[in-house]
T-cell receptor, first 111, second 113 residues
Framework: DAMVIQNPRYQVTQFGKPVTLSCSQT?????MYWYQQKSSQAPKLLFH???????NEADTPDNFQSRRPNTSFCFLDIRSPGLGDAAMYLC??????????FGPGTRLTVL | GNSVTQMEGPVTLSEEAFLTINCTYT??????LFWYVQYPGEGLQLLLK?????DKGSNKGFEATYRKETTSFHLEKGSVQVSDSAVYFC????????????FGTGTSLTVIP
């Protein structure tokens, strides 16, 4: 089945220690998104790639960066995680910014 | 601007009860409307969608009708099950803003046996 895969499902890191979350997709969608979702809140868009073009949301902290080496993979890098970065991170994909398909998420814990 | 307003939760219902979760929107153009469901510890799953006025989206017994005159997209189910317990998000996508998604705040539903 075509799908969006996120690894790992659970990630524990230490305060200030860089961490990378990964997302892959078999849908061959040209748009990939990263969202941050805190408890009992709606997902908050961090950035997205439209093909190779990177689109950063204005209020996304500089601590968050992303790479998309090819169509199928996208990475979220958190350079120096703080306690406030503990959250669920959701990857989503779409074809030309239409309906979005989400992965299962990575739950990040910062100690 | 674009925004989505959802009925606040949490909502608790007995099994086989009728469900309505209200959603209204504001949009500058002609949006597509969506309902997503999120089960505990999981990502969001597309439940149903409607792309133009008077369209009805339906899936797994859930329905929602795109009402342009009332700018609403209320989610309904005639008989809920315990397995429907989840958080439901209403969302819109507007071509005028590059199809950016706007999510509501989510409504938590708990169905008790």
């Amino acid at each position: 089945d075509a799908m969006v895969i996120q690894n790992p499902r659970y990630q524990v890191t230490q305060f200030g220690k860089p961490v990378t979350l990964s997302c892959s997709q078999t849908l061959n969608h040209n748009v990939m998104y990263w969202y941050q979702q805190k408890s009992s809140q709606a997902p908050k868009l961090l950035f997205h790639y439209y093909d190779k073009d990177f689109n950063n949301e204005a209020d996304t902290p500089d601590n968050f960066q992303s790479r998309r080496p090819n169509t199928s993979f996208c990475f979220l890098d958190i350079r120096s995680p703080g306690l406030g970065d503990a959250a669920m991170y959701l990857c989503a994909t779409s074809r030309d910014r239409r309906e979005q398909f989400f992965g299962p998420g990575t739950r990040l814990t910062v100690l | 601007g674009n925004s989505v307003t959802q009925m606040e939760g949490p909502v608790t219902l007995s099994e086989e009860a009728f469900l309505t979760i209200n959603c209204t929107y504001t949009a500058t153009g002609y949006p597509s409307l969506f309902w997503y469901v999120q089960y505990p510890g999981e990502g969001l799953q597309l439940l149903l969608k409607a792309t133009k006025a008077d369209d009805k989206g339906s899936n797994k017994g859930f329905e929602a009708t795109y009402r342009k005159e009332t700018t609403s997209f209320h989610l309904e189910k005639g008989s809920v099950q315990v397995s429907d317990s989840a958080v439901y998000f209403c969302a819109l996508s507007d071509r005028n803003t590059g199809n950016q998604f706007y999510f509501g705040t989510g409504t938590s539903l708990t169905v008790i046996p």
